[in-house]
T-cell receptor, first 120, second 113 residues
């Protein structure tokens, strides 16, 4: 099983450039997340999605955009890259039963291997 | 709003001694709770979770955690630490009435031989 696949693994951008970080999962998970990890800061949630066509902002959405046109794919777009966006980016997916379901259930989140982005 | 606190940036233990990594959480409803481990330059690996049922949860590599609702805690434990347990550990929470999955800042565990 491929699980969660992120591309690229590494990227160097110049200030003002744009790029898309790709994320795809093959587990038919409804929830998908984008996080950034900075040293000593843990993981900060950028955007998340609870299903195709539905996205919402996390803690640190400024400078990013997402879309979720299919269950499998959840790309993260950086417009006008800034040095503050230098970070390691992780995509994750999980399955959760709908709210109000009689038996609560949520799988663990499965993570991709990360994209190390440097903006210079 | 939900949040997770890992009060210790670093935990140092000798090999063979018990290991505890602390986690407290805040949610408005009931929580889903998770522990992950990260090795250098790697992604996050799942260790264990609490969804419902028994408060004591057993996971991978001999780790376990106890859900304590009154203390809003979910501490990770291992009876006998190994040098190979040295890594960065994250606690995460999701309120069952919310969609976001929130992580703590992480605790670096160093196990000395």
């Amino acid at each position: 099983n491929a699980g969660v696949t992120q591309t690229p693994k590494f990227r160097i951008l110049k200030i003002g450039q744009s790029m898309t970080l790709q994320c795809t999962q093959d587990m038919n998970h409804n929830y998908m997340y984008w996080y950034r990890q900075d040293p000593g800061m843990g993981l900060k949630l950028i955007y998340y999605s609870v299903g195709a066509g539905i996205t919402d902002k996390g803690e640190v959405p400024n400078g990013y955009n997402v879309s979720r046109s299919t269950t499998e794919d959840f790309p993260l777009r950086l417009e006008l890259a800034a040095p503050s966006q230098t970070s390691v980016y992780f995509c994750a997916s999980s399955y959760s039963v709908p709210r109000g379901f009689p038996v609560p259930w949520n799988t663990e989140a499965f993570f991709g291997q990360g994209t190390r982005l440097t903006v210079v | 709003a939900q949040s997770v606190a890992q009060p210790e940036d670093q935990v140092n233990v000798a090999e063979g001694n018990p290991l505890t990594v602390k986690c407290t959480y805040s949610v408005s409803g009931n929580p889903y709770l998770f522990w992950y481990v990260q090795y250098p330059n790697r992604g996050l690996q799942f260790l264990l979770k609490y969804i419902t049922g028994d408060n004591l949860v057993k996971g991978s590599y001999g780790f376990e955690a106890e859900f304590n609702k009154s203390q809003t805690s979910f501490h990770l434990k291992k009876p006998s630490a190994l040098v190979s347990d040295s890594a960065l550990y994250f606690c995460a929470v999701r309120d069952i009435n919310d969609y976001k999955l929130s992580f703590g800042a992480g605790t670096t565990v160093t196990v000395r031989a």
